[in-house]
C-alpha cells in the first residue's frame, strides 16, 4: 500500500511556476554541514541531493574504473544487509536511492516520505558508511561493467568521444573511460573497493541541497546523522589537466557505412566574465532545435546529415568547447568542411540581431520549465552549490542572458572561436578526408 501512495505522489510532484518562486535558504546543521533547501509542505516528501566533487577523477594511479566499481557496489548490501535485503529494506520505506558518478562528482540523490524520514535516512547512512562489499555482489558487478567496456569498444559514438578526450587530456584521469579498461577492473579487489569509497565519500568535498516537506532544524539534524561521520578529508584533488588538443583531423577506421564525428577546441570557464555571452553564441551556433546555424548550414540546405550540435564542456579541471555530427561515409567530408567555414564566418563577422533575439527569447523561456519537481530543483541547486554560483543565481539567471549585447557576441566569438584549432575525430570510413595527425 505504502509503495502505491508514494508512486501517487511523485505523480503530483511540486511544480513551481517560475524559478523566481523558488525560495532558497542556506541551512548549517549543529555540526557545521551546510545545505541548500526550499520547503515545500503541500506533499510529504522529500527529495535529497548529494555530491561529493572528484568523482571518478579520484581513481587511485592504477586503479581506473575503481570508484565507478565501487559506486555501483554502494546499494548492493550494507550493515547486517545483503543485497536482496537492502533491496527490500528500501521498498518497504517506499524510498529511492540512486548513485552515480562522473569525471568530477558522485551523486547520491534520495527520495523518501516524511513519514518514513528516520528509518529511510538511516539506511542511506549505513549504504554510505557501513557499504559491505560482498565478493559475489562484486564478481556480479565487475561482469556488468566489462560487458559495458566492450560494448563500448564497439560503438562509435563512444569511440569517437573518447577519441577526443585522448588527444585533448593526455594522461589526465579526463582523458579515460571511468568505467576503466577490462584489464583494470580485472585486478581490483574488494580492500579496492573500500579504498576507492575513502578517497571520494569525504566531508570536506560535500555538497548538499533538499526540497520538499522539510524544515531548516530537521534538515540540520538530518544532515549531521547521515553525513556528520564520514571521514573528514578524502583523496586530494587532481590537478587542471594540460590541454593538448590540436587542430587537425584524426580518423579511427571503423566498417560502417556513416561516419561519426566528435570536434572541438579550448572553451571557457564557468566563472568566466563572458560564460553567458558564450553560452548564447552556442545555441546559435548548434544548441538545441532547427535553428543553429550548423543545422540550417549542414542538415537543411546540404543534407549531409540528420542532426548536428555544439555545447559548451566548463568542467572542473579543463574546459571544452564541442560538437557533434553524423555523416554518410561519402558526405562527412563535405560537413567538416562546412563546420569549419561557419566556425570561421562567425568568428570573424559575429551573429546578426534577429539571432540574438531568438537565442535570448528561446534561453529565458525554457529555463522555468526546468523547475519542474523537487528533485529537479534539488539536482539545480546542489548544481549551482559545486560551480560556485550565488544563491540568489536563480532570481537573475534570465537577466544575465538579456544582458547579453551584440557586441559581447561578436567579441566573445573572435576570443573564443579558432576554426584552425578544430580538431575532428571521425570514426568509420569517410571518403576524401585526409587525417593530418
Do not use: C
Not at 97 to 113: E, G, H, I, P, Q
Amino acid at each position: 500500500m505504502i509503495r502505491t501512495v508514494f508512486a501517487g505522489l511523485v505523480a503530483l510532484v511540486l511544480a513551481f511556476p517560475a524559478a523566481a518562486a523558488v525560495e532558497i535558504k542556506e541551512v548549517t546543521s549543529p555540526g557545521g554541514i551546510k545545505a541548500w533547501l526550499v520547503e515545500e509542505h503541500s506533499i510529504p516528501f522529500t527529495a535529497l541531493e548529494i555530491r561529493f566533487q572528484g568523482g571518478s577523477s579520484l581513481d587511485a594511479p592504477g586503479k581506473r574504473g575503481a570508484i565507478n566499481l565501487m559506486t555501483a557496489l554502494i546499494e548492493e548490501g550494507a550493515g547486517d544487509l545483503d543485497s536482496q535485503g537492502f533491496a527490500k529494506a528500501r521498498e518497504a520505506l517506499a524510498a529511492e536511492f540512486t548513485f552515480d558518478v562522473y569525471d568530477d562528482a558522485l551523486s547520491v540523490s534520495a527520495k523518501f516520505l516524511t513519514e518514513n524520514r528516520g528509518e529511510s535516512v538511516a539506511l542511506l547512512r549505513s549504504a554510505l558508511t557501513e557499504t559491505r562489499f560482498d565478493q559475489d555482489a562484486i564478481d556480479r558487478v565487475r561482469a556488468q561493467v566489462v560487458s559495458i567496456i566492450q560494448s563500448d569498444e564497439k560503438d562509435p559514438e563512444r569511440m569517437a568521444g573518447r577519441g577526443f578526450d585522448r588527444l585533448a587530456y593526455g594522461e589526465h584521469p579526463y582523458a579515460s573511460s571511468r568505467n576503466g579498461t577490462l584489464e583494470s577492473i580485472a585486478a581490483l579487489t574488494r580492500a579496492d573497493m573500500f579504498a576507492a569509497r575513502d578517497r571520494v565519500i569525504a566531508r570536506d568535498r560535500l555538497f548538499v541541497s533538499a526540497v520538499g516537506d522539510i524544515t531548516a532544524d530537521e534538515l540540520g539534524k538530518l544532515l549531521d546523522e547521515l553525513v556528520g561521520g564520514l571521514p573528514a578529508t578524502g583523496a586530494p584533488m587532481p590537478p587542471r589537466a594540460d590541454f593538448a588538443l590540436q587542430g587537425g583531423v584524426t580518423v579511427i577506421d571503423f566498417a560502417s557505412p556513416q561516419s561519426v564525428v566528435v570536434f572541438g577546441h579550448s572553451g571557457i570557464k564557468r566563472d568566466d566574465p563572458d560564460f553567458f555571452a558564450a553560452f548564447v553564441l552556442n545555441h546559435i551556433m548548434g544548441g538545441t532545435g532547427f535553428a543553429s546555424r550548423l543545422m540550417n548550414e549542414v542538415r537543411e540546405k546540404r543534407g549531409l546529415t540528420y542532426g548536428v550540435g555544439t555545447y559548451l564542456v566548463p568542467m572542473d579541471l579543463a574546459e571544452t568547447w564541442q560538437g557533434s555530427v553524423q555523416s554518410a561515409n561519402e558526405k562527412v567530408a563535405e560537413a567538416i568542411g562546412v563546420i569549419r567555414d561557419e566556425w570561421a564566418k562567425a568568428a570573424t563577422q559575429g551573429v546578426s540581431e534577429s539571432e540574438l533575439t531568438a537565442a535570448k527569447t528561446y534561453l529565458t523561456g525554457a529555463y522555468p520549465l526546468r523547475f519542474d519537481g523537487n528533485g529537479p530543483i534539488a539536482d539545480i541547486l546542489v548544481g549551482m552549490q559545486m560551480q560556485g554560483l550565488p544563491i540568489d543565481y536563480v532570481v537573475n539567471r534570465n537577466a544575465y542572458i538579456e544582458a547579453v549585447t551584440l557586441d559581447d557576441v561578436k567579441r566573445v566569438a573572435a576570443r573564443l572561436m579558432h576554426p584552425e584549432g578544430l580538431r575532428f575525430v571521425v570514426v568509420g570510413q569517410p571518403a576524401g578526408l585526409v587525417a593530418t595527425e
